[in-house]
């Protein structure tokens, strides 16, 4: 069972993967995906030569038919003949014969339960009777214990990788698109892995939307404790993007996760070149599994506080910050688009924007706020202001604190922790006050001395993360103490806040990472998008090599750009293709102009 206020990796069986093992005490281990053509074996084995030099532990390769497939053989061979052990990984989608082509070269098969067996999603309404169910799983069974026969003969490891967008339509039609139904496929899958005594396994379960992808996740664990299993977990939130968006979305979901100590392997999904994903998977493995041996957090969950199925904190909105609204970003720089801007004991400007001083110097100045340490409690009575700001964590004695929240609604609590175990302290302050049934809102205030912004956003995306899925989360307060630009800082608060889904302030890119499948260059594809869609606000726009997972995850976007073939690309609205097989050098303009005829429309 996870515990909420103390750091601990989940204990999971132990899996073998080829040279390297997986799960149990092993370390986290950090793969990424080969972009080439598998039927290129020389390319393939130069790329997986780069991943495997920048760190990588495992690398995977699409297998979109049994050509591909077999050519596992060949990259293998070339990878060892070089003096290389890494184990590498047959992605299988659409074909379950391949997958047993697969097992036989390669170390590791993933296989997708949306389309192992029924390949063509129609995203229709179909009624399943219990009994029509039951056959359904029957048809799955029948056709992957052929496939477990031959990598227990091979000593194959199977990853059943769930993707959010690519549920089947059986699954959807009785769980509807959700968590559940997304465990569900996930644990029908294992149940016919246990009963034929085949546990080489190892479990993703990805989606493009972070809170999607943690809850998820956490329901597994949930699903799989009660049935009695504990194979290891594959972290990553898939279509994350590139660049900074990409980096902080994928710090969100997976931190989320790893700060509760779930989590075996991790591949971040960038639509970079895949050794670029190695640094950031494992920086964030290494910046978490710091926090193993921290001092004991003595805390005890609130009833209020549900972790498997999170829903916002009840607080009462004081000014624009709890109860409803939005959650609000402080800054302690001139920052540009925050809600307040921290001066200290300084006189604020008088353009209209919203300070935050020192109580000491707090004179009820309009748009000017107080902020009291939590030392400084008693004088919170003595001055008049509609808001306050106390800054509290966790130690602080309950009586006193609580007593003040109660007498004082009107007061924000600012939640700071210099503890190894930062999540742990703050989520144990916040369970504290709701087991008190105080419901003053709280703002998270994360503080760093770092000079690197890479290094800055990953951590502190990855503080936030579990936080945010928690519900907790009233505002964003992101302190610095090094060379890291105030709008970079400010600009990462918000993005944080995005990512988790909380707040949105500027058009979300959904890009898959690209692979052998990719059918135009992705990486060029996605400059000139964002060029052309700039100057948008508040719109998701997905940005999909191939069909493979297009519709299904781009039902979290509002538009898609899908290859449809060579040098073809389709429109969509949602996951209704509305223009098919536009010639590529058109498409970009075409993606501008439907924008724009809906959104006037609407």
């Known amino acids: 069972m996870t515990d909420l206020f103390q750091y601990n990796r989940r204990q999971t069986t132990e899996v073998n993967v080829g040279s390297i093992r997986m799960g149990s005490n092993n370390p986290i281990r950090i793969q990424s995906m080969a972009t080439t053509n598998t039927n290129d074996t020389e390319a393939s084995v130069q790329q997986a030569i780069r991943i495997i030099q920048a760190g990588g532990e495992l690398v995977?390769?699409?297998?979109?038919g049994t050509r591909e497939a077999e050519n596992m053989r060949n990259i293998n061979?070339?990878?060892?003949?070089?003096?290389?052990?890494?184990?590498?990984?047959?992605?299988?989608?659409?074909?379950?014969?391949?997958?047993?082509?697969?097992?036989r070269y390669a170390e590791k098969v993933r296989i997708n339960p949306g389309n192992y067996v029924d390949p063509a999603r129609k995203f229709e309404k179909i009624s399943y009777t219990d009994e029509e169910y039951a056959q359904e799983i029957k048809k799955i069974e029948s056709r992957l214990v052929p496939l477990l026969d031959i990598c227990k003969a091979n000593h194959t490891a199977?990853?059943?990788?769930?993707?959010?967008?690519?549920?089947?339509?059986?699954i959807r039609n009785r769980y509807g698109d959700t968590p559940q139904g997304i465990v569900e496929s996930c644990m029908e899958f294992l149940r016919i892995c246990r009963d034929n005594d085949f546990h080489d396994i190892v479990i993703s379960i990805k989606s493009s939307n972070t809170v999607v992808m943690v809850q998820s996740v956490r329901l597994l664990v949930d699903a799989m404790d009660h049935e009695d299993m504990h194979y290891p977990l594959h972290l990553g939130v898939t279509e994350a993007g590139e660049g900074e968006d990409g980096r902080i979305k994928s710090a969100v979901g997976i931190g989320a996760l790893l700060a509760d100590g779930i989590g075996d392997t991790i591949r971040v999904s960038l639509s970079e070149e895949p050794e670029a994903e190695i640094p950031v998977a494992k920086h964030l493995a290494d910046y978490i599994t710091r926090r193993q041996g921290h001092m004991v957090v003595p805390a005890v969950k609130a009833d209020a506080y549900d972790w498997l199925h999170p829903s916002r904190r009840k607080t009462v909105a004081v000014e624009n910050i709890g109860g409803d609204c939005l959650p609000i970003v402080i800054?302690?720089?001139?920052?540009?688009?925050?809600d307040y801007v921290y001066v200290g004991d300084k006189k604020p400007k008088a353009d209209g924007r919203r300070y935050i001083v020192d109580y000491n110097v707090y004179d009820g100045t309009a748009n000017t706020f107080p902020i009291f340490p939590a030392q400084a409690m008693p004088f919170i009575s003595a001055i008049k202001a509609p808001l306050k700001f106390l800054v509290l964590q966790f130690g602080t004695p309950a009586e006193e604190y609580l007593a003040c929240l109660r007498l004082h609604p009107e007061v924000v609590v600012v939640c700071v922790s210099n503890h190894q175990n930062k999540l742990a302290c703050q989520r144990a302050l916040v369970n504290e006050m709701m087991h008190a049934g105080v419901t003053n809102p709280v703002v998270f205030a994360q503080m760093y001395s770092l000079d690197d912004k890479e290094t800055f956003q990953l951590d502190a995306a990855a503080d936030m993360g579990a936080l945010m899925m928690d519900g907790l989360t009233d505002g964003l307060w992101l302190m610095n103490n090094g060379t890291i630009a105030d709008a970079d800082i400010e600009d990462t608060a918000f993005a944080i806040l995005q990512a988790a889904r909380l707040r949105s302030t500027r058009t979300e890119y959904i890009s898959c990472p690209g692979c052998g499948r990719t059918l135009y260059n992705l990486q060029q594809t996605?400059?000139?998008?964002?060029?052309?869609?700039?100057?948008?606000?508040?719109?998701?726009?997905?940005?999909?090599?191939?069909?493979?997972?297009?519709p299904g995850e781009m039902a979290d976007a509002d538009y898609g750009y899908v290859g449809a073939g060579p040098g073809k690309v389709s429109l969509y609205r949602r996951q209704v293709c509305v223009e098919k097989n536009i010639p590529e050098e058109e498409a970009v303009t075409r993606l501008l102009q439907l924008i724009e005829r809906e959104e006037k429309n609407n």
């Open 77 to 103: 061979a070339g990878i060892r003949e070089r003096g290389f052990l890494t184990p590498i990984v047959a992605d299988v989608h659409f074909n379950a014969n391949v997958a047993d082509v697969a097992a």
């Open 526 to 550: 996605i400059a000139r998008i964002k060029q052309a869609t700039n100057h948008l606000k508040g719109l998701k726009i997905g940005i999909m090599g191939c069909i493979v997972n297009g």
């Open 331 to 338: 800054t302690s720089k001139e920052g540009e688009k925050a």
């Open 158 to 170: 199977l990853r059943i990788g769930v993707n959010h967008g690519s549920l089947s339509d059986r």
């Open 60 to 64: 995977r390769f699409t297998t979109q």
